[in-house]
């Protein structure tokens, strides 16, 4: 909502004054029924709000005006004063939010809270001053956690506010809190819990207690959104209660398909893009979208829900002594036990609880060991399929506890590889087959192999888009662009200067790849030696791990060139980094304060400044995984 439409909205009802009791002239073109010392308590209230808080003033007062048809002038200054004093309670709903995971579950609290009546107002945690917590009544955070316990990008600077001296007593606050996350990581939740702990230290008291919620997240999510909205209605009752009006918006189109409703796409290709000798299997994916009226940015995901392999079901239920025609009831629905899995559950990944439950329903010493050690447990839970679980000690297992083992299936998140400015109607992905041996047996990703083996050309995949707004290009066109992406992690940037070159872009651009050898693994080779030649893509820098004795990586390219890349970062320059989380990242983030540290001549400590200060800026965007 912005000033001008609540200003339209106002101008609207009061268009019939006389003109000697106009508003003074400061507001061009708008009349009201108000003298200058009316309108000037009414200025000096609505100086401090937001553009929400605005329009809710807005419907509030038109609400007034309804049910108050005789009123005269003088009560809406009173009732002006009497917000200023003590505002109406609401809820306000705060997302931090990297893949788009946690903005999901805020916009769903968001309108069931206005189904129920409640006030509300929806804010993206960048987008939201921490001072103004003070004002608030009850507020929920909807936080996911990024990388190894850190703030998403769009909360770094509220994360950081909130452990400051400048952060605001809150002994007026009641608060809730849901953490997203995968209790794989050591760091489970860890930005739910951070918050949490700052409100509590400030004197916030929390009105339900937080949720840590998993991969699987929708059903306890919905649970404890139900309780908390009830709990906050049942609050906010005994408060001033005004009718909410809405207020015209323009809308922009967008797809009914949605995470819950995905589109039923059709795969256009699947090639395998890496050579013959190559030790990885690399697929270069084309989706048709046609007619689903699906649109994306660069710098978004497509989410793919897929279907687990028959075999590896048929594999599972053997070694727990099921036939696969055992009933099971899922989500109100009777199912085949064979038919579950293969549709409804996680049966590739597996994960510490997992592992834990079935050290206690097998007795097998080995997992009852590693249960006691919470690093060799995550350690050994993400590098062990379910099937390598479940071999530890065959164990006779009911339909109920096989699926009392596992997670309900999730879609995966791919970064898009195309443009829509270039390819119309269609998706691009790049994805790499997970795929090794065990025992003298192919293990392979679930979603991965369903892509590159099972789905056949013509074949049906159900989609959607995940929009992320922590990855984008700069508005400007002009701006220089430096794109780090080893690996699958070139993907986005293959949309990025398709972008920027269907846009006519003059910023420069600069790529840093890598991969293990030029001859077979040099993604989309092609392409950017076009780009290189036609002088879009300005620099290309490439490191082959495997082309020479010694090592090198995309990160010693970075140090190779920390001149020139200071010098494109005193110009204005984006950083891009996409990838491998656990071990690229950290070193291309350790190179580039290098980089800060020499070339700026700065110490350790502010180079680390500098380096956050770009990604506050949204000057340094990462997507990595």
């Known amino acids: 909502m912005n000033r001008d439409v609540v200003t339209m909205s106002l101008q609207k009802k009061e268009n019939n004054t006389s003109p000697e009791n106009s508003a003074p002239s400061g507001i061009a073109g708008l009349t009201a029924p108000l003298n200058d010392q009316q309108f000037g308590q009414l200025q000096q209230t609505v100086s401090e709000l937001s553009p929400q808080q605005l329009a809710w003033v807005s419907g509030y007062f038109w609400g007034l005006s309804q049910s108050q048809p005789s009123a005269a002038a003088a009560p809406i200054a009173n009732a002006a004063s009497a917000v200023a004093a003590k505002p109406a309670g609401k809820l306000t709903i705060i997302f931090a939010s990297q893949t788009g995971n946690a903005k999901g579950v805020a916009e769903a609290l968001e309108a069931e809270a206005k189904a129920e009546g409640i006030a509300v107002e929806l804010f993206d945690a960048s987008d939201y001053k921490g001072k103004n917590l003070a004002k608030e009544t009850h ?18 600077e509220l994360h950081e506010f909130l452990q400051s001296k400048k952060a605001p007593k809150l002994p007026n606050l009641k608060y809730g809190v849901i953490g997203l996350g995968d209790s794989s990581y050591e760091f489970f939740c860890q930005t739910g819990k951070d918050f949490d702990a700052f409100l509590a230290k ?38 001033i209660e005004a009718e909410v009006v809405q207020l015209p918006l323009a809308q922009a189109a967008h797809s009914q398909y949605n995470k819950q409703n995905p589109y039923t796409a059709t795969l256009l290709t699947s090639q395998k ?76 990944a597996s994960n510490p609880q997992l592992v834990t439950k079935y050290a206690e329903l097998s007795g097998s010493k080995k997992l009852l060991k590693l249960v006691d050690d919470k690093d ?109 992406g080893p690996g699958t992690g070139i993907a986005p940037f293959r949309s990025f200067i398709q972008e920027r070159d269907n846009r006519d872009a003059e910023g420069k651009n600069w790529l840093f790849f890598g991969d293990r050898t030029f001859t077979q693994d040099f993604l989309y080779q092609v392409e950017w030696q076009k780009y290189l030649k036609s002088g879009l893509l300005t620099q290309l820098d490439v490191a082959f791990s495997r082309d020479q004795h010694e090592k090198v990586y995309v990160q010693h390219r970075i140090l190779e060139q920390a001149q020139q890349l200071w010098g494109w970062l005193q110009e204005g320059a984006y950083i891009y980094v996409c990838g491998d989380a656990t071990r690229m990242a950290k070193d291309v983030h350790e190179a580039l304060i290098t980089v800060a540290s020499q070339q700026g001549n700065l110490s350790r400590e502010q180079a680390e400044e500098y380096i956050n200060d770009l990604r506050k800026a949204k000057r340094y965007q990462r997507d990595v995984y």
């Open 376 to 484: 060799k447990l995550r350690e050994y839970a993400g590098n062990t399929q379910l099937i390598d679980v479940l071999k530890e000690k065959k164990t006779k297992l009911s339909a109920e506890e096989l699926v009392g083992l596992l997670r309900k299936l999730t879609p995966r998140l791919y970064s898009i590889a195309s443009s829509q400015t270039e390819v119309d109607e269609e998706v691009h992905l790049t994805v790499g087959l997970v795929e090794y041996d065990k025992c003298d047996e192919k293990r392979f990703g679930g979603a991965s192999s369903f892509l590159a083996h099972r789905l056949e050309e013509g074949g049906e995949v159900k989609v959607f888009v995940e929009n992320n707004n922590n990855f984008k290009l700069p508005e400007s066109d002009d701006v220089p662009v430096i794109m780090i």
């Open 202 to 239: 400030q004197g916030a008291t929390s009105f339900i207690d937080r949720i840590d919620c998993d991969v699987d997240y929708e059903g306890e999510a919905q649970t404890w959104r139900a309780k908390a909205l009830e709990q906050v209605k049942e609050a906010l009752s005994s408060g």
């Open 273 to 348: 893009i890496t050579g013959r000798d190559s030790g990885k299997d690399v697929r270069h994916i084309e989706i048709d979208l046609e007619e689903s009226g699906l649109t994306y940015q660069p710098g978004d995901a497509l989410g793919v829900w897929f279907e687990n392999s028959s075999d590896l079901v048929n594999a599972i239920l053997a070694q727990v002594g099921l036939s696969g025609v055992e009933s099971i009831d899922v989500d109100d629905e009777s199912l085949s036990i064979h038919s579950a899995l293969v549709s409804k559950y996680e049966i590739t």
């Open 139 to 156: 507020v929920i955070i909807v936080a996911s956690t990024n990388g190894e316990g850190e703030a998403p990008d769009n909360a770094i």
